[in-house]
């Protein structure tokens, strides 16, 4: 074992069909022998990720704690213009879970997939302004190549980053009970205050809503201005994750990332 690894009710209701969508069902059913339908409540956990290694040993710590079954959870990894050990680790977890670890903790797949962009960007820079286009550009590049390569019949797409520090054990059910398509959680950031205490603040702004003044803004904006988020020196009007009641639990977004 690698070092860095831790130790519906019964009977349905009947409806009236119109001709439309009873034609509709004919037509599924000459077909469905032939087409492949999603794999019911499996989960496909997607990380991208580069010259991670030192942050792997908390994410597997905080995978072995996921309240969800093993036999129906998929991994699936995308190194990306690593120069560190992230690759090898990778693979020796693989090889660990899949072939060593009990068979309770081995997942349905593991796969590793490589994609190199030879985009060097230094990690002083990563946040600038001015440096968010050719960046986000990159981040959608290797997240798309990730989806379409790894995805096969899974039911649920669980996006996760490498460096997380902690996340519920119980997040999946959590977000599978709400029965959305689509569903962001809140990500925290904690930093110490001047008084030395830990405080949690916002940290992902790519969640948002519009609001009227947003509206008004990007009804001005020229087809090659770049909006992003979270930035003192440009104001968008947007309402994030940190300004809705306490007591609201889901709320309609217009962006996610």
Wanted: proline content about 6%; charged content about 25%.
């Amino acid at each position: 074992m690698p070092s860095w690894l831790p130790s519906a009710g019964p009977g349905t209701a009947k409806t009236s069909l119109t001709n439309e969508s009873q034609a509709i069902l004919a037509n599924n059913h000459q077909v469905s022998q032939y087409t492949q339908e999603p794999n019911t409540n499996s989960l496909l956990i997607l990380t991208p990720i580069k010259n991670n290694a030192k942050h792997l040993g908390r994410y597997f710590a905080l995978l072995d704690k996921l309240k969800y079954p093993r036999n129906q959870t998929s991994l699936a990894f995308l190194v990306s213009d690593s120069t560190d050990r992230t690759q090898q680790m990778l693979i020796e977890s693989k090889k660990w879970y899949q072939e060593t670890a009990p068979p309770e903790l081995r997942f349905q797949r593991f796969d590793i997939y490589r994609q190199d962009f030879f985009y060097a960007l230094p990690r002083k820079q990563r946040h600038l302004r001015e440096k968010q286009q050719e960046r986000r550009i990159m981040m959608a590049r290797a997240r798309n190549y990730l989806w379409t390569r790894a995805l096969r019949d899974e039911q649920w797409v669980l996006w996760i980053d490498g460096d997380l520090e902690y996340y519920p054990p119980n997040i999946v059910n959590d977000l599978m009970a709400y029965d959305k398509d689509v569903i962001v959680p809140n990500c925290l950031v904690r930093r110490r205050n001047v008084r030395g205490r830990w405080k949690h603040s916002v940290y992902d702004r790519n969640a948002w809503q519009e609001t009227p003044q947003s509206l008004e803004m990007i009804s001005k904006l020229k087809e090659s201005d770049f909006l992003v988020e979270g930035y003192k020196t440009l104001k968008t009007y947007r309402r994030y994750l940190d300004r809705f009641p306490k007591n609201e639990t889901v709320v309609p977004l217009d962006g996610v990332d």
